[in-house]
């Protein structure tokens, strides 16, 4: 690995979490790519899977744009892992159900993620694992809340 962090300064926070997240995406998306569907699909699918959440709701727990998620949805409904439904208090607005391929693929995800994210935590010390995942969440909860990529209206997520 290179480094951005100076020979005489602490570790360089930004560089060491977005390599990270380069690698983890990168090894996400190669291990979805043999179901034949993207990280942001099975984020998607993941979230529709309750059936009761709408397509703009969906977009915004996974920040990703209206543009955006219509094109998502439409390559699942083609292939025949999600539809739309009106729903049943605002016809305008559509609900995300998962259909029964749909749910056979998302629980194939579910565990090629898993998967992923074991192999690398078993990479950790067992006594830094939760301490790691700890840290990351108070984080993510916390001083970087508010700046997420992820916030509703942000164009970059999953």
Do not use: W
């Given at each position: 690995?290179?480094?951005?962090t100076p020979?005489?300064?602490?570790?360089?926070?930004?560089?060491?979490?977005?390599w990270a997240?380069?690698?983890?995406?990168?090894?996400?998306?190669?291990?979805?790519?043999?179901?034949?569907?993207?990280?942001?699909?099975?984020?998607?699918?993941?979230?529709?899977?309750?059936?009761?959440?709408?397509?703009?709701?969906?977009?915004?727990?996974?920040?990703?744009?209206?543009?955006t998620m219509?094109?998502?949805?439409?390559?699942?409904?083609?292939?025949?892992?999600?539809?739309?439904?009106?729903?049943?208090?605002?016809?305008?607005?559509?609900?995300?159900?998962?259909?029964?391929?749909?749910?056979?693929?998302?629980?194939?995800?579910?565990?090629?993620?898993?998967?992923?994210?074991?192999?690398?935590?078993?990479?950790?010390?067992?006594?830094?694992?939760?301490?790691?995942?700890?840290?990351?969440?108070?984080?993510?909860?916390?001083?970087?809340?508010?700046?997420?990529?992820?916030?509703?209206?942000?164009?970059?997520?999953?």
């Open positions: 690995m290179t480094s951005c020979a005489d300064g602490p570790p360089d926070l930004l560089f060491l979490l977005s997240s380069h690698a983890l995406q990168t090894e996400h998306a190669a291990g979805l790519a043999e179901l034949g569907i993207s990280p942001r699909a099975h984020y998607v699918l993941a979230q529709a899977s309750t059936g009761d959440l709408t397509q703009r709701e969906i977009g915004e727990r996974c920040g990703v744009d209206k543009t219509v094109v998502t949805l439409d390559q699942l409904e083609r292939a025949g892992l999600a539809e739309r439904r009106p729903a049943p208090t605002d016809r305008r607005a559509r609900l995300v159900a998962v259909t029964p391929a749909g749910e056979q693929i998302l629980r194939r995800a579910q565990e090629i993620v898993r998967r992923i994210q074991d192999d690398l935590l078993a990479t950790l010390p067992e006594q830094d694992r939760e301490a790691f995942l700890r840290s990351l969440v108070a984080l993510i909860g916390g001083p970087l809340a508010n700046t997420s990529p992820y916030a509703p209206g942000a164009r970059s997520g999953c």
